[in-house]
């Protein structure tokens, strides 16, 4: 099993920042292409970001991009998502989510074997 906690949520304002934090234990974490959803209230989950096994792809969804940065430390089994100018539509419960290395459609989160238990992230208008 890996697990994942992740840290970071709150509220903040409207064009404010937040970074997101997921420390991942159990496995090796290097063994994983690590993504960040979000669920707001009556929504479906969306994928928000996410980053190959070594960092070197990154991907995005287009209502994040440029605004959003997924990173990750293999040596520290951490995987990070910096949120600039924060709208009130990012308003949602964001997880971190782990899927083995080979799966290329990083998009899709029923390829996600774990998950955390989520961080509330509110953007106040």
């Known amino acids: 099993q890996l697990q994942l906690v992740e840290s970071g949520g709150g509220l903040v304002q409207a064009g404010g920042s937040l970074r997101l934090s997921c420390a991942a234990s159990?496995?090796?974490?290097?063994?994983?292409?690590m993504g960040w959803f979000r669920q707001a209230p009556g929504k479906e989950r969306e994928f928000v970001a996410g980053?190959?096994?070594?960092?070197?792809?990154?991907y995005y969804a287009d209502s994040v991009k440029g605004r959003f940065t997924i990173s990750r430390d293999n040596a520290k089994n951490t995987v990070s998502l910096q949120m600039n100018s924060l709208k009130p539509e990012d308003t949602a419960v964001y997880y971190c989510?782990?899927?083995?290395?080979?799966?290329?459609?990083?998009?899709?989160?029923?390829?996600?074997?774990?998950w955390g238990q989520g961080t509330q992230v509110t953007v106040s208008s």
């Open positions: 980053i190959k096994w070594n960092g070197g792809t990154t």
């Open positions: 159990g496995r090796t974490f290097s063994d994983y292409a």
């Open positions: 989510a782990a899927t083995p290395m080979s799966n290329v459609s990083i998009r899709l989160a029923t390829l996600y074997a774990y």
